[in-house]
């Protein structure tokens, strides 16, 4: 099986109130680097590469203007979406059928990440049940198969799309898209596999994770960066660092 190629995402956005940096980066890859010990690849997509001291790629211009339809305040990673564009993943020199995985930055990878990836399938998300009660996939964990969901990009409407995944009560930007377009059909991770939410499942002060947690994602308004987040949780500092 070829190596797998985990991407991370840094771009400037005025509007979020995260200010993402190259330590965050570095961090992230330090942390998969201890935990993924099978052979794997490590590629920031940015616009902002000074400072990041892994590989890099320059961060398209598509779909950055378009807001976030849950909140004009609230992140918008439409520009994500290319990464299903095949001509796109070529060009970072991923061979189709190849296994992709993005992640977000906040976050914590505590334990070995391998068995997370390795699995022959299309599609696998970080999956979890909406407050209406649909499957959806959170954007901060997600694996494909290079070139084998062009559609994913394809069908994507700047108008329409985000009008459709708001009608249907699907929270968020790509992760809504992505909710949309699978409707809970394809696998997911969740707590039995390791995979957690600080906020949801966590945020306990002084408090250890659960003992099969692999990554815990700060999918929230705290972070682990946090000097607060980190002196409340020392847990954290153990595991977030270069």
Same mark, same amino acid.
């Given at each position: 099986?070829?190596? #797998?190629t985990h991407? +991370?995402?840094? %771009? ?11 330590? $965050?980066?570095?961090v992230w ?6 935990? $993924?010990?099978?052979? +794997? ?5 940015? =616009? ?11 961060? %398209?211009?598509? $779909?950055? /203007? ?5 909140? &004009? #305040?609230?992140? !918008? ?23 992709? #995985?993005?992640? =977000?930055l906040d976050? #914590? ?18 999956? &979890? ?9 959170? &954007?901060?964990?997600?694996? $494909? /198969?290079? &070139?084998?969901?062009? *559609? ?8 329409? !799309? ?14 809504? %898209?992505?909710?949309? +377009?699978?409707? @809970?059909? /394809?696998?997911? *991770?969740?707590?039995?596999? @390791? ?18 947690? /692999? ?9 682990? %960066? ?17």
């Amino acid at each position: 099986m070829a190596p #797998v190629t985990h991407v +991370c995402w840094k %771009w400037h956005s005025p509007t979020y109130r995260v200010r993402f940096t190259p330590q $965050h980066v570095n961090v992230w890859a330090a942390m998969i680097r201890r935990h $993924h010990k099978a052979p +794997c690849r490590l590629v920031c997509i940015t =616009d902002e590469p000074a400072g990041i001291k892994i590989e890099t790629f320059p961060i %398209w211009k598509d $779909h950055e /203007r378009i807001g976030n339809p849950s909140g &004009g #305040v609230l992140p !918008s990673c439409y520009r994500r979406l290319r990464i299903f564009d095949g001509e796109t993943t070529r060009a970072l020199g991923i061979e189709d059928g190849d296994r992709v #995985v993005s992640w =977000d930055l906040d976050v #914590v990878v505590l334990g070995d990440v391998v068995p997370l990836f390795d699995r022959p399938d299309e599609f696998v998300g970080w999956k &979890g049940i909406a407050a209406y009660g649909q499957p959806v996939y959170n &954007g901060s964990l997600f694996m $494909h /198969r290079a &070139g084998s969901l062009q *559609w994913i990009w394809d069908t994507f409407d700047p108008i329409e !799309s985000p009008k459709a995944t708001k009608g249907a009560k699907y929270y968020g930007s790509d992760q809504a %898209w992505l909710s949309y +377009c699978f409707k @809970g059909s /394809r696998p997911g *991770w969740d707590v039995q596999d @390791g995979v957690y939410s600080f906020a949801r499942d966590c945020y306990r002060p002084r408090a250890e994770p659960a003992e099969n947690a /692999r990554v815990v994602f700060f999918n929230g308004k705290r972070k682990p %960066w946090e000097h607060f987040t980190q002196l409340t949780t020392p847990w954290i500092s153990r595991h977030w660092r270069a």
